[in-house]
């Protein structure tokens, strides 16, 4: 299959945007939160803690954010990672998907929850079991999706 670079990153940014999206959901029924919170929680990296009480809007205004930020990795991945030949070997090498994803998962989960969101709220990361449970998480559920979308080849397992 010969995709070209923006069918394989419209293809990652759904699959992730969707993928890690349902289990930030499954998460909140562990948390004995609601799906409403999660996305304003999303929203309030930007719009500060005002977005609690914002409703469905700024619950939609954070499921927007996500799947800017699933959409803007996929695009570093696709249009970066994937010139590195080493990255592409590996990606078509047997159980490639899940190889590459077990590094660029965990890797925007570092990026972004130790850097980019401490940067927009002004506070430290707090890493406690829920950060470790989102590190685990990104591989199967960030780190996958964008590697098998990205890949031009359609096997889980080759």
């Known amino acids: 299959m010969n995709d070209n670079a923006w069918s394989r990153l419209l293809r990652a940014g759904l699959l992730t945007a969707v993928v890690d999206g349902l289990f930030a959901c499954v998460q909140t029924v562990f948390y004995n939160s609601t799906v409403t919170r999660l996305w304003q929680g999303v929203a309030a990296t930007l719009l500060g803690q005002a977005s609690f009480q914002g409703g469905t809007r700024t619950a ?3 499921v927007l954010m996500h799947i800017g930020v699933a959409f803007g990795w996929s695009a570093v991945f696709v249009f970066g990672v994937m010139r590195v030949p080493a990255v592409r070997r590996i990606l078509a090498s047997r159980w490639g998907p899940l190889k590459v994803g077990a590094v660029y998962g965990p890797f925007i989960w570092m990026v972004m929850s130790l850097a980019v969101i401490p940067m927009l709220v ?7 079991l829920r950060w470790w449970i989102q590190l685990a998480g990104h591989v199967l559920f960030v780190g996958l999706p964008v590697a098998f979308g990205a890949s031009t080849r359609r096997s889980w397992v080759w």
Do not use: V
């Open 60 to 62: 939609l205004i954070g």
């Open 122 to 128: 002004h506070r430290p990361p707090t890493i406690a």
